[in-house]
């Protein structure tokens, strides 16, 4: 079997993503109000801060969508139903066992470990284990079956939660986002419930198919895909009956008002959130079929590496914020690494916003030629299959 042709287009929208998401962690991190203070609460925030949240929720559904699509790609390049299937599920148990220790303890660096977080990593491996079970089903029926988990998954929200605890629990890790305080120290917290970002991977999974078609193909695609989520976002978010649990409605001004329809609910992600964030990456992959530069294929770095980015960029994150505390004249003792904390004092640290783009465009400059290096390194060894686990 010939080797599958990576697409560059793919690389490059995830380099955009994996850039992104680095402003997000940066300003949850480190933004001097991030801590006590909702970027998207409309009776405290401003425009500028409320944007340079907004435009990190294109991050989540993104990767998860070009997860499954690069899946598909990948398991092109298995020899058999059985390989294919044991990847997956091996993949998929890494990158839980990722999130729930290296990642949370970068993130939360509480060495009596009282917080367990389980994020898009963990999501994302869920859906991979679920996606070997499903290895045999035609991908027009794997389309089907994302866009019914997409487009119903809200309905759940009118549900009242289950009065039983192991119900309550599994509808939280399945479908809704909740807090659990386990015992007086220990809180376990799902922030990505498995199935809405499952219905995600899926149908990026099932998208793969269209990826082995001619480039105008693929393009004319790509404009219609993107066309039919967009217009479905205006109608459904304009409509303001279905589709999101927060309806938007009148502001104090007409900009705010604005702002009020865009701020639509990623947790878990709902019919409008996952339209409008599935329709920009869909445009940005049909502007990337048609550009390629030096610009790209910078971008494309990020992207072809995105765990390891995903890992490192963590790690000089908690390096950075313990430079600024330390350099703000906090000391060891002043640190807090209670739940939620971050290991931020409790009150009077922190930067900027304007200070938070500084140190995102330093941060990302450092990694490229991290994850340059670990591109080289990683096509030159393809025969070291651990390699393919990160």
Known sequence: MNPTKRIASIDVVRGIVMLVMALDHIRDLLHSTSLTQSPLNLATTTPVLFFTRWITHLCAPSFVFLSGASAYLSLQNKNNYRQSKSFLRKRGLWLIFLELTLINFVLW?????RI?????IAAIGFGFILLSILLRVQSKWLA??????IAAHDLLTTLPP??????HIMMAVLFQRSVFQVGPNFIFMVAYPWIPWFGIMLLGFAFGSQLKREAKQRRRFLLLASTIAICLFCVLRFINVYGDPAPWSVQKSTGFTILSFLNVSKYPPSLI???????IMFLLLLLFERIQGGFTKLLSVYGKVPIFYYIIHLCVIRIALFVMVFSQGFHWKDLSFAPFQFGRPTSGSGISLSMVYVVWILIVALLYPLCKWYVGYKFSHREKWWLSYL
């Open 116 to 120: 367990e977080w389980i994020q898009v």
């Open 273 to 279: 959130y996952t339209c409008v964030f599935l329709g």
């Open 144 to 149: 089907v079956i994302a866009l019914i988990i």
């Open 162 to 167: 289950p009065q039983n605890g192991f119900l």
């Open 109 to 113: 660096f509480d060495v009596r470990w």
